[in-house]
């Protein structure tokens, strides 16, 4: 995954970078015709800072392609959908299992499990993520300067 970014700081290998967040709906054709693309165009574009480390010769005002690896983000976005989800299905499953055998009195207690097992899905997931070795992997990477000008023409 590829995004262009703006150098506004430098100091010595240090960056600092900003990149406007795009909505999805500014790109179509039919924006102008949309909902959605009205009311993306309501909302201010947002702008994201990010202070890296580089090695490039950069200098204030160069646009830089930043890139993350698809396989870690998709094995991030799977970890964090998938945790919560297998945790509360299986506690789901078990207190379907008690309730049905007469271990719990109370279909109340079975949606209490599965809150559970969710809630320690999610647990999980956060954990995972928050994990030192994680974050370095998902810690976009400046690729290269673009060397050519890049002008935006709005209607």
Not at 55 to 74: E, I, N, Q
Request: proline share 4%; with cysteine.
């Amino acid at each position: 995954m590829e995004e262009l970014a703006t150098v506004v700081h430098v100091d010595n290998n240090t960056v600092s970078i900003m990149s406007e967040v795009k909505s999805a709906c500014s790109g179509c054709q039919q924006v102008d015709n949309c909902g959605s693309g009205q009311v993306a165009k309501a909302f201010p574009t947002k702008k994201l800072s990010l202070t890296l480390q580089s090695d490039l010769p950069l200098k204030v005002g160069d646009t830089v392609v930043l890139g993350l690896s698809d396989a870690c983000l998709l094995q991030s976005a799977w970890q964090v959908y998938l945790f919560p989800l297998i945790g509360l299905i299986s506690f789901a499953g078990v207190g379907q299992y008690f309730i049905s055998n007469g271990m719990l009195p109370h279909e109340f207690f079975g949606v209490l499990l599965s809150a559970l097992g969710g809630y320690l899905g999610y647990s999980l997931a956060k954990n995972k993520q928050s994990s030192p070795k994680n974050k370095a992997r998902l810690t976009p990477k400046i690729l290269r300067i673009l060397t050519e000008r890049i002008t935006v023409i709005e209607s």
